[in-house]
């Protein structure tokens, strides 16, 4: 990895307003709750403190200072949901910031490794978690990285 490194990691489902419903407009490094998404931000502040991002099915990718108006439940899993597109992140002000990064560490699964391979062809996209069978290995590992103090 280059110094020129950003890390993606990915948001979830379990918001700081399922806890916190009158709290409102929150930076995005606070909103997304879960055990799996507070792991990976964890890591990305530990290891890429000056860069690292949230992908956000509704709002693309969000930098951790970026302002989440209210409460949502949109999904990549979930069409139905109606999840941002592919092309409406292509095309978003916020990737195109990522461009000046030539490596990506993205934290996730496959969907999530697949969709930022399929924005950023261009670049040298990693993912530590892809041999991981779950979410459970997947938190292990980000544990073990945390605690050793060493990136995957």
Not at 12 to 32: F, H, L, Q, R
Not at 71 to 93: M, Q, R, W
Request: with cysteine; net charge positive; proline share 7%.
């Amino acid at each position: 990895m280059s110094e020129n490194t950003i890390c993606i990691v990915p948001c979830g489902s379990k918001k700081i307003w399922d806890k916190e419903p009158e709290i409102g407009p929150t930076m995005a490094k606070n909103v997304y709750i879960g055990s799996f998404a507070g792991k990976c931000r964890e890591y990305a502040e530990k290891f890429y403190p000056e860069s690292w991002c949230i992908l956000s099915a509704k709002y693309g990718f969000l930098f951790p200072e970026d302002i989440v108006p209210g409460p949502y439940n949109v999904s990549f899993n979930n069409k139905k949901s109606n999840p941002i597109s592919l092309d409406e992140l292509k095309a978003a002000d916020s990737t195109q910031k990522l461009y000046k990064y030539d490596d990506i560490v993205v934290l996730g699964g496959k969907n999530y490794t697949k969709m930022v391979n399929d924005i950023f062809t261009d670049k040298h996209i990693y993912n530590p978690l892809s041999k991981c069978k779950g979410m459970g290995f997947m938190m292990q590992e980000l544990n073990e990285a945390i605690k050793r103090n060493v990136p995957l």
